[in-house]
């Protein structure tokens, strides 16, 4: 079918609901950042590919929302279909809430897969739109709203990939263990059961990992944890027999995934249930309204935020592999550029390979950890782009490649930026690198006193932007999984505080956050500076304990861009020890060119 007869058996679906707009989200049912194919409604709808945007279906009209990254690709995948463009952000563009205040009227219904809104967001909606007394509807009384699903003839099914054990070697800590801690804090919310949707969460709780999601290594599941027992609704076959049987000694049983929806309805009523509005979804959460539902992020959030001993050594090592991986994938781009070859040049698409073809090569690399972001010249302007076969440029011998990329080791999961300089730059581009540059040295320097949370470090990396007048407009640091999210919480750099999020935690040690400063010209470069740091204990004295950051990412900064009077005594220090640790951790990994090139590339200025 083409798109246009996709909305034409869409809204003959709707009809026959009863529904007058109807809202399909780019999610899963666990609220995951990245979603497998069996998810990807929106994209069969529209056609459009993106990974982010939510399409809204009416009776005579169909739009999709996306943000700037995505405006020309959508533009044109959009072409000839009946959908309208609503750019995010920009003037004049309302967002969807206050869109289908001012196109519905009363008594009017919106309609939606519950399975695929996580709670929060669907109490969102409901309470904008009560006002104006639109309904809402997120299932039937005898199963989902899946609407597109029935149309959708050849939907790929869902995931099934084989679950494997991550061995205590590398997680330090047993799932009895983690439970233990589990049950001890449902004990203090006077709660019987704990119902887990946030895939990670869980795979982090069991010591399990899976393939059914693209970067991210976990497995399609929910979690019910009991006082003295588990269920963990998932498809056996996905289980190998000796894992499964492991899964049973530690008082945990293997339940067929679609049996959820059913068997909490059956939890005696009254029962007090805890449960994260951020990541359970709308149907499962009013499938329990005979329960009291208390409303808490996930204890696990935080437990797994703290990277244990073991942990935080394996970070390490899975960084100093990555760092080796990007050294060499630098050294080569550099390499392109002094005889670059106009038949087959580089482009952002064959960097991103090669990239990707150096971490391949390392031991225990699993697969990256997000689609990396590699944006030469004006392209790196744009905060999140990722280059597609419509959008690829040749990456020319002079100014910027900006390369966001990380990966999945059995050690850890790792995310990195370097801006890199692919010939001769202007003094424009030198300058603001340097200042890029220095935020990023301050911020990995800080030194406080236990009890600061992100809000107090944010000035440090923006301090040489600001003192000209100058910003971005992003965070500057969020919090990094082991062998899971690249973009975990609660940890984060953020002087704003956001509306529907939650408040700055305190940096414990073992949090791992990235920095991230950056500063992007439209139409003409961006720069962005990253480095992983992990919290660490300082000295403790008469005023507290103290504290610090270890930087984990061991990858040389862009000397050819730095202007040294820029710099003030301190920051130099600071480069040049961090350049001198690189070459003592890296050097043993390179050989020749790539080994005289690193020492180069570290020299102390």
Known sequence: MTVPEKLSALRACMREEGIDAYLVPTDDFHGSEYVGSHFKCREYLTGFTGSAGTALVLSDSAYLWTDGRYFLQAGRQLAGSQITLMKIGQEKVPGIREFLAEHLTAGQTVGYDGRCMTYAKAKELHSELEKHQIHCKGCREDGPLDLVGQIWEDRPPLPCEKVWQLEEFYTGRSRQEKLSDLRAAMKKEDCSRHIIASLDDIAYLLNLRGSDMLYTPVFLSYLVVEADRADLYADRRAFPEEIEEALRQDGITLRPYEDIYREVRQIPAGSRVLL???????????????????????????????????????????????????????????????????????????????????????????????????????HGAIIHYSPTAQSDIAVEPRGFLLVDSGGQYLEGT???????????????????????????????????????????????????????????????????????????????????????????????????????????????????????????????????????????????????????????????????????????????????AEKEWLREATRAI
């Open 276 to 378: 994260d509005p951020a990541s359970i979804n709308d149907t499962l959460w009013t499938s329990m309204e005979h329960c009291v539902c208390v409303a808490r992020p996930n204890p696990s959030i935080l437990m797994k935020a703290v990277k244990n001993a073991v942990e935080m050594r394996h970070m390490r090592e899975a960084h100093v592999k990555d760092g080796a991986a990007v050294c060499r994938f630098i050294y080569w781009l550099k390499e392109q550029m002094k005889h670059p070859d106009a038949a087959h040049p580089v482009t952002e698409l064959s960097a991103s390979e090669k990239l990707l073809s150096f971490r391949k090569e390392m031991e225990s690399f699993l697969e990256p950890s997000f689609e990396t972001i590699a944006s030469y010249g004006a």
């Open 414 to 592: 790792t995310d990195i930026t370097r801006t890199i300089a692919c010939g001769p730059l202007t003094g424009k581009e030198k300058e603001f690198y340097t200042r890029v540059l220095r935020g990023c040295l301050n911020l990995g320097a800080a030194r406080f006193l236990y009890g600061c949370t992100g809000m107090a470090f944010d000035y440090l990396a923006r301090q040489p932007l600001w003192e000209i007048g100058a910003d971005y407009n992003h965070g500057t640091g969020h919090g990094v999984g082991f062998l899971l999210n690249v973009h975990e919480g609660p940890n984060s750099f953020s002087y704003k505080i956001m509306q529907g999020r939650p408040l700055p935690c305190v940096l414990e040690e073992g949090m791992i956050t990235s920095d991230e400063p950056g500063i992007y010209f439209e139409g003409e470069f961006g720069v962005r500076c990253e480095n992983l740091m992990l919290c660490v204990k300082d000295e403790k004295n008469a005023y507290g304990q103290f504290m610090h950051f270890d930087t984990l990412t061991m990858v040389p900064w862009e000397l050819d861009a730095v202007v040294p009077d820029l710099l003030n005594e301190r920051e130099k220090e600071l480069l040049n020890a961090y350049h001198a640790k690189v070459y003592e951790q890296i050097s043993p990994y390179l050989k020749g």
